[in-house]
Structure formats: structure tokens, C-alpha cells
């Protein structure tokens, strides 16, 4: 079946009436974990929203003010996934997200016209590419391509859309009919149904394609080829934006290079070198600061090896440590058997904690510690080292050690 939206990709909204409508269960990223959720697939008459395929994402937009979340191609059928049901039989309205489609359509006319300039000029197919949601990236059959051929096909394209050049689709009702073998095209799913759509853009390229399209190359606006890429399979990725992304990025381009200029005090041509600049120096006091805090680490153990009235326990806490900090505290002190227990990072943004001795006491005490510290860790024979998300218990966790030493004393660490 061919959708209204593959012959008219301009229409935003189209009257329709439901064939099916049957309850559902589809897999969805909620909040960066994959979900179950329960809706229902409605299939309609016809559609004027896309349903995935050709590599462009589907549509979003509603069926009677009802969100539309996922459409997908079964056979001769777009299956639409809704959260309500919807009675067959009945007429609905359909609206769609007019800014997703029309950046989907300026993307893929774009990767088509890139792809026949770089075929006709070079004889680079295109093997795959990607849409995405920022970048656009197309998959060539060459092992190079050079800055100064980039420069050749982006010079070509923008020509090309500079000279308002027609785009429009043609339909052939028999999937098997040989015309279509001398198209250009990645081929046919292999449960294609129904008549086989063709792009044609005039004088330029003739391609197998199910996806929508501008009616004019003119629409596409600009194109911008960023770099090209060592892909998979001694291929290169070829990556690009067109249209409204692109003028989103350079607006976006301009916005952080405003702000790295007040940052870096300094012109936007000169915002690589003082960068370069201040990350070599903030290196510099990296290393600075890290050998102090080792020193400072060897200088509390010396403390606490003068103090008259030492403790069998060590306990410290520091807010700027690190994980060198821990390691020369612990080298320092030597003793295998002392327990130590030692925390760095802040009270709020949590940290990384040490239980060190015996391995008794590791055994025992670890998991205790940081159940108590609310983190994550490991013991390896006479350390157990975590991350605490709640590093303000650390006075409870000394508590409970020195319980279990039978130390009743707190003292400040």
C-alpha cells in the first residue's frame, strides 16, 4: 500500500477512519531504561503520518488529539501505537508534527542529492546512512575522501539547490517490473507489498526511496558537509546537516563561541590555542596539587605515628582527596592488620570510601560499611573499596567499626 504521506509529503492534517484496533504491548526508552507499555495499534484507511522505513525514523503527531508514540510498517499496513482505543468504523483527524517531518524531508533529499553528485563525480556508492536526531552521516564504498572533494560535492549540491530543481515520486504498481532494476537503490524489504515508489530528482538522480521528500530542491535551503570519517569495513562516514538543522547549529556555534570568548578572553580565532593554553596549565596545577596532597598524606601519617596516645584505628576524612590521597595513606602506615577507614569527596555529591586491615575484619565489616555509606564496592583480601552516595554517614560508619573493634571512643579525624 502506498500512504498518503509518500504522495503528498506536504499534508499536515488528513480526515480518515479506522480498519482495526487491537490492545498492544510495545517496548519504549522511559527516562533511559527500556520500557513495556500498554496501548493499542490502530490501523487506518490511509495515513498521512510515516511509518519507519528507508532509513528515516517514523512520524510523531496525533489521531484525535491522541499522541501518536510509535508507527511501524507491517506488510501493506502502518500500524500507528496510541495509549486509547479507538472504535473501527469510526472517522478520525489526523495531525501531524509538521517540524519533525519537514527536517526529516530536508535530510533525506539532502543525502540523496549528496549521494548522486558523489556517485556521478567519484564513483563512491552509498552503502548505508543515518538520519539520526543532529548529525546526519552517510556511509560511502571508498577508503578516502579528501577535504578538497568534500569541498567539490558541498560546492555541487548548493548549486544544485540554487537552481530550483523539481523532486517528485512515481509509482510503479509491480514490484517486479525491470524498469526498476536500472534505479539506483539499496532494494526492497523483503515483505514489501503493493506498488514500488521512485524519486526522481530531474537530471540528477533516480532512486528507489518509500521515505518523504521536499517537492523542490530549493526547500533543502543549504548543506553543509562537516568530515568524512574511517567507518567499518575500510569505508568512510560522510556527515552533514541541511536546512533547519543546519541553521541550528550554526546558531548554536555562534552562542558557545560568544561565550568561550568572555571565557577564554579572547577572539574565536584564537579560542583553540588559549584553550590549548589554560588546559596545559590547569595540568600543571593538577600535578602540583596532587603532589602536595601526597605529601600532606605522608605528613598525617607521621602525625598519628608521633601521637603518644595512638588508637589501634586510623580514621580520615578528606574532602579534596583522591584515590592517590588513600594509597599513600595506606602505603604509609604499613601496618597490614591496622584498621583504616578512610573517605574522601563531599557530603553531598558523595565520594569513594576504604576499609582496610585484616582480612577478617574486611570480610565482616565491608559490606556493612557500605550498606551504611549507601554505595557500591568490591573487597579484594585486605581492602574493600566503594562509592558512597551518602558520605555524610561517615560518622556512623566509624561508630559501628569501632563497636566492632571494641573501641568506644570517637575521636576527631
Known sequence: MTFMCQKDSYLKEF??????????????????????????????????????????????????????LKISRVGAEAVHFISSDILAGTEVYLKLDWNRRFDHMQQHTAQHLITAITDKKYGYQTTSWSLGTDIVTIELETT????????DIEKSANEKIRE?????PTFYSDKNDPELKKFRGLGLPADHVGSVR??????????????????????????KLLCAEKGKKNKINLSFLAGGRLLKYAGDSFTRERTLTGILKGPSDKHCDLAEKAVKGLKNMQKTCN????????????????????ENIFVKHRKDGDNDYISVLISELGDNTLPKLITV?????????????????VKEMGSRLCDIFEGKGAANKETFRGKATKLANRVKAEKLLREYLGLNQEKES
Open 144 to 151: 578516502s575522501l579528501t577535504l578538497d572533494q568534500m569541498l
Open 345 to 361: 569527596g563531599d557530603d553531598k555529591d558523595g565520594g569513594m570510601f576504604v576499609l582496610a586491615g585484616s582480612e577478617i575484619l
Open 291 to 310: 603532589l602536595q596532597l601526597r605529601e600532606l598524606a605522608t605528613m598525617e601519617v607521621a602525625l598519628y605515628k608521633q601521637s603518644p596516645n595512638r
Open 15 to 68: 480526515l480518515t477512519k479506522v480498519k482495526s484496533c487491537h490492545p498492544a504491548c510495545d517496548d519504549f526508552v522511559v527516562e533511559g531504561k527500556k520500557t513495556k507499555v500498554q496501548g493499542y495499534e490502530i490501523i487506518l484507511e490511509d495515513s498521512i503520518l510515516f511509518p519507519e522505513g528507508g532509513g528515516q525514523p517514523d512520524d510523531r503527531g496525533t489521531i484525535n488529539d491522541i499522541p501518536v
Open 198 to 223: 521512485v524519486l526522481y530528482i530531474e537530471g540528477i538522480d533516480e532512486a528507489l526511496c518509500c521515505g518523504t521528500h521536499v517537492s523542490n530542491l530549493s526547500h533543502i535551503q543549504a548543506i
Open 164 to 168: 530550483n530543481i523539481s523532486v517528485r
